[in-house]
């Protein structure tokens, strides 16, 4: 059995018990990715050097007996759009692939703290901007449970690795659903925080007001260690929430008596696939038997979620990626005679179609003429769906429906229909337009064999409760004790 089937307090343990050291979880990493990366295509960057150092180092740790938190010596992955000091971090965009960070993101320096281990840096749609990971400038990851299929995005990186065993866990980041998404795609735990959980210095911008970094995990355990460990209020984020982190690992109790759970018509209704819908449906008698209620209810103004989203969305990486214009770092064109030429040409040169035609929407949108037909409306939408689901959480504790209307598609069956392709998040976006936290856990397969995920929904800052609700469900089920044959 490899090492990553393992929990990582069941890693811990062996750790301290001396029957493993951290040297042969690292080397367990790097095996596997030998063995399967090239299938995966998972990783852009591994910087095996300093891994196996830092290994080396927290094993002389190890034999003095200082102590050791939960998550020390344990391999992970981060996503490339999170900056490393002197690891390569190019946002799977040509525009920045030679540009080698001058700090650490504050969810790294934390990594650091609990003496994590950096495996590499891991593939993603550019600039977080996809849904199926084939918007990378540099290769398209795949779906470790079968490699036709994408892995979805934009962090398809960061779950196809956890999913794969080449890591034990990942960060990824989620601004309409792309922790959640790629993580019911590829049969894991992935968890989108309540905005303002988790600092996003750091994070390479895409837009700002619904970007969150979040765990990708094989169990939601996992994922609670993680996110207690990269939780926090920073002053280098304003955004950043000034609360308490509480021990989320204690709320793991398996007790869901007497749990009120909405689920919303609109989740299971036009365009969610019947696989989709009987999972969760499957589920729903999972979490009845273990003593939960359920009542369906509605979120009336989800089915413009999707329109206010890119509108939102892409008028703000309009803003934020208006810095990438080849005067201070990142590619530059060799070609241009005057300024304007070389901002336009490296412009050009350095986005991929799918980031272009996001500036261009962006711009469009924030125009004048445009602004209060546009944005204007789209923020007085977003304010109706964040009403919408503090109504349903005053008489409910979690909202939980599927996490995607199907599993996995083809790798090139969407590429030339981006409203197809943007349509995939229509069930994970309210979740960041309302600012809520939502995670996403393995509920079942289809009948082609590719993994269904079942996501749950809770009230701001009350990550503890959907993962007690989560685990709860985890333990009755045997889902995600499954693993792609690669």
């Not at 795949?142 to 065993?165: E, F």
């Not at 993580?183 to 905005?195: E, N, R, S």
């Not at 005057?338 to 050009?348: A, E, N, P, V």
């Not at 980031?355 to 469009?364: A, C, D, Q, Y």
């Amino acid at each position: 059995m490899s090492l990553f089937e393992q929990k990582v307090s069941e890693l811990h343990q062996r750790l301290h018990n001396k029957e493993i050291s951290v040297t042969d979880l690292v080397n367990e990493s790097y095996k596997r990715i030998g063995q399967v990366e090239d299938k995966v295509k998972a990783f852009l960057t591994l910087d095996e050097e300093n891994a196996r150092n830092q290994a080396k180092q927290l094993d002389d740790q190890l034999v003095k007996g200082e102590s050791q938190g939960a998550l020390f010596g344990m391999p992970i992955g981060v996503k490339d759009n999170i900056v490393t000091k002197n690891l390569r971090t190019t946002c799977a965009s040509k525009i920045l692939e030679n540009f080698d960070p001058i700090y650490d993101a504050t969810v790294v320096q934390k990594l650091q703290q609990a003496e994590t281990v950096t495996i590499g840096k891991l593939n993603m749609d550019e600039f977080a901007m996809g849904s199926s990971n084939e918007n990378s400038a540099y290769q398209a990851t795949r779906n470790p449970w079968n490699t036709d299929y994408v892995p979805g995005g934009s962090s398809g990186g960061s779950a196809a690795s956890v999913a794969s065993g080449e890591v034990l866990f990942s960060l990824g980041s989620d601004t309409g659903g792309s922790i959640r998404q790629p993580a019911a795609y590829c049969g894991v735990v992935g968890l989108k925080p309540t905005y303002g959980r988790v600092s996003r210095f750091g994070l390479v911008a895409f837009a700002s007001s619904l970007d969150q970094i979040g765990p990708v995990t094989r169990t939601v355990e996992d994922n609670a260690y993680l996110l207690e460990a990269i939780s926090g209020v920073d002053p280098m984020d304003s955004t950043s929430a000034n609360l308490d982190v509480p021990n989320f690992v204690n709320s793991l109790t398996g007790d869901v008596k007497g749990l009120k759970i909405a689920v919303p018509k609109e989740y299971l209704g036009e365009g969610v696939g019947e696989e989709a819908r009987n999972s969760v449906l499957e589920a729903l008698k999972v979490l009845e038997g273990l003593g939960a209620v359920w009542e369906e209810v509605s979120l009336p103004h989800s089915k413009y979620a999707l329109a206010a989203y890119y509108l939102l969305s892409s008028s703000e990486a309009s803003a934020n990626l208006s810095r990438f214009d080849g005067v201070r770092f990142g590619h530059r064109t060799d070609n241009a005679e005057t300024l304007i030429d070389m901002y336009k040409q490296t412009r050009s040169e350095g986005f991929g179609d799918e980031v272009k035609r996001r500036i261009m929407l962006g711009t469009f949108s924030l125009s004048s003429g445009y602004y209060d037909a546009y944005y204007k409306k789209a923020q007085k939408v977003r304010t109706l769906i964040k009403k919408d689901f503090e109504d349903v959480f005053e008489k409910y504790d979690v909202i939980v429906g599927p996490t995607t209307p199907t599993p996995a598609f083809k790798i090139g069956e969407k590429v030339a229909d981006p409203l197809t392709m943007y349509a995939n998040d229509i069930l994970t976006i309210p979740v960041n337009l309302a600012g809520v936290p939502g995670i996403s856990v393995p509920c079942g397969f289809a009948a082609n064999g590719l993994p269904l995920g079942l996501q749950m929904i809770g009230k701001h800052f009350d990550e503890s409760t959907i993962y007690r609700a989560a685990h709860a469900f985890e333990q009755a089920t045997d889902f995600h004790k499954q693993f792609p044959k690669l």
